[in-house]
């Protein structure tokens, strides 16, 4: 069983899916620099077959579709009905994109018939994943490639943790969960990634270190900002199901946490994530 402090297949596939599909605008406008960076690394050409791991909303599923072209094909892969809902309403009509509610882990994918598996954030969730990329690299051809961006260590991550720890002024800590549980840091640490993309049969296996900003306001102002975080991401959890009291509290804070950091009408403050690359050997 899940409770919304852990963002398991559980919270995926349910609540927390719902939360994403409710916030996709503000999700997408936060995550466009991780997407930014990771296209660059991924090398995307036209004609690729290509799998959007965990793929939510479905915005880098139709992004890679342009860039694939007709004569491409993208499979975006996810355990959220609403979050896929969204993606299929999103697609553009003729859009060489198909859409799956499946479990990574255990999905029978076509042996072989894949170039890329992508994925912006969607493979940390996973129970067991050694199983899991063991499962996804059947889906790639001999020397097909992996791209997939993860974050870098929470104390490394301001704009979760900023929020945060005003939060917990006025609400208990979200569960510890220990170094192999499955969240949004859970690939902070490079030598386990490497542990498991290694197990799973990965070869070239390279970690980038890359430092962006998020604006948590997306260009609307602390207001915006304050609304945002405990709506989508750590803070979110940490106060779901207190009182209006309580979170009337968390926003003052909230408030008094962020204005430091308005420029304008953005609310910045820094997240560090992995930019992390490998191959199927290939034979
Ligand atoms: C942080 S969201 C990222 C969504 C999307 N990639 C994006 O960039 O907007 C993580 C996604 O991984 C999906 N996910 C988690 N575990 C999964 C699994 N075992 N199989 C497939 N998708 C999974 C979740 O449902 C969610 O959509």
């Known amino acids: 069983m899940s409770d919304l402090g852990v963002p398991d297949l559980a919270y995926w596939s349910g609540p927390g899916g719902e939360q994403w599909a409710r916030n ?20 995307v050409r036209a ?12 915005t880098t599923t139709i992004a890679l579709a342009r860039m694939v072209g007709r004569q491409g094909r993208v499979l975006g892969i996810d355990v959220s009905a609403a979050m896929l809902a969204l993606a299929r309403n999103r697609a553009p009509q003729g859009a060489p994109v ?18 890329l598996l992508f994925s912006r954030h969607g493979v940390m969730f996973f129970a067991e994943p050694v199983r899991a990329f063991a499962n996804l690299r059947t889906a790639l051809a001999p ?10 260590a929470p104390r490394d ?19 510890k969960l220990g170094p192999e549980d499955p ?10 990634v490497r542990r498991i993309l290694g ?30 975080v405990v709506e989508l991401g750590p803070t979110s959890r940490a106060v779901q199901g207190q009182s209006a009291e309580i979170r009337a509290k ?3 804070a909230m408030r008094e946490t962020l204005a430091p950091h308005v420029k304008g009408e953005t609310v910045q403050l820094g997240a560090a994530v992995w930019l992390v690359t490998a191959h199927n050997p290939e034979s």
Do not use: H
């Open 250 to 252: 968390v926003a003052a």
């Open 98 to 115: 198909e859409f799956v509610r499946a479990d990574a882990t255990n999905y029978a994918f076509p042996r072989g018939a894949f170039d």
């Open 47 to 58: 004609s690729e077959r290509v799998v959007d791991i965990g793929c939510g909303c479905g």
């Open 24 to 43: 996709q605008e503000y999700g997408d406008r936060q995550f466009a620099p991780v997407a930014e960076a990771l296209f660059k690394i991924a090398t």
């Open 143 to 152: 020397g097909g490639r992996l791209a997939f961006s993860c974050f870098r």
């Open 157 to 175: 991550n301001p704009w979760a943790m900023t929020p945060l720890q005003a939060a917990y002024r006025f609400v208990p800590p979200l569960p």
């Open 199 to 228: 197990a799973a049969g990965f070869a070239d296996i390279a970690l980038q270190p890359v430092d962006l900003e998020f604006d948590l306001a997306v260009g609307r102002g602390l207001d915006a900002a304050v609304a945002n």
């Open 183 to 192: 969240g949004p840091f859970s690939f902070a640490d490079e030598t386990r």
